[in-house]
């Protein structure tokens, strides 16, 4: 059975881009007569904000945007995390560098905009050091085709580096606990903003060494305000509200539609645009 999710962290209010790929998602799963389920991904206490969760989920119902089953939490899920790092011990090593001391050493960025390690601490620490994050390996490239960028390439080594799976400060890494948590609940489709599109190689490299499956992607434009900037509450994004629902479709490329219902029924996730941002329809 077709199964998707809408995974939000709770950082604030949802603003037009987390709707529309939280459309695009319900859309997707009700056109295929399939589940789709929330998962809030809170294991970043620093960045989340008070009541944000409640918040989004009290949204989501105004919206009409229900979803199927239990609404799962990552903070609750942590055993899951561990276990699976247990499981990659032979592909894991402590690494001692600071961001600041990355920064310093590494000219490179990755696709997201991160240094991309260099290895210092991959054939061991260095002596004075001690372990603060925990990196997995990474060798050889990721090829997959996204249902709407097309095909997608990357060189783990060169593009990205061995990455972080638990963070300095004990909290596990984005990369892990999406896997994990896809995994557990039979997420069978992502659909997703494209600004996560450069984390999918990293994920599917975490798939084939922890024997899981690779559920189907597809990444939609990511919504970027009038100075190019992704929208989020960072860059000042407005709450959203049931009357951005029919501009949201438009930006999805979908025909319009009377109601939520009609919309599914009209539902064609090849008329997404093939980009990988762009600004709101006004």
């Not at 004075?128 to 060798?139: H, I, N």
């Not at 896997?179 to 984390?199: C, F, I, M, N």
């Not at 064609?268 to 980009?275: M, N, T, V």
Request: aromatic letters at 6%; glycine letters at 10%; one cysteine or more.
């Amino acid at each position: 059975m077709h199964t998707g999710r809408f995974a939000p962290s709770p950082t604030g209010p949802l603003h037009f881009g987390s709707l529309a790929a939280a459309l695009a998602g319900w859309l997707e799963a009700r056109a295929a007569g399939g589940r789709w389920l929330v998962r809030i991904e809170d294991l970043d206490p620093p960045r989340e904000q008070p009541g944000a969760a409640d918040e989004i989920l009290r949204t989501l119902e105004r919206l009409g945007l229900y979803w199927d089953g239990e609404v799962v939490f990552q903070s609750r899920r942590r055993a899951l995390y561990e276990e699976s790092l247990n499981n990659l011990r032979e592909f894991t090593y402590g690494c001692g560098c600071s961001r600041r001391e990355i920064a310093d050493s590494s000219l490179l960025l990755a696709a997201d905009g991160a240094q991309i390690y260099p290895g210092t601490c991959r054939g061991g620490l260095p002596c004075g050091k001690q372990p603060r994050a925990l990196r997995l390996k990474v060798a050889g490239s990721i090829e997959f085709v996204d249902r709407a960028q097309g095909r997608v390439r990357q060189d783990l080594e060169g593009e990205v580096g061995d990455f972080v799976l638990r963070r300095a400060d004990g909290q596990f890494a984005y990369q892990l606990a999406v896997v994990v948590d896809d995994a557990a609940q039979g997420v069978t489709d992502v659909v997703r903003g494209a600004d996560l599109l450069g984390s999918t190689a990293r994920q599917i490299y975490l798939q084939r060494l922890l024997g899981l499956p690779t559920p189907r992607y597809l990444h939609i434009p990511a919504a970027i305000d009038a100075a190019g900037e992704k929208l989020s509450k960072q860059t000042g994004a407005l709450p959203v509200s049931v009357s951005d629902l029919p501009t949201v479709l438009q930006f999805l490329g979908q025909p319009p539609a009377s109601d939520l219902q009609e919309a599914a029924r009209n539902w064609d996730a090849s008329l997404i645009p093939a980009r990988r941002a762009m600004a709101p329809p006004r």
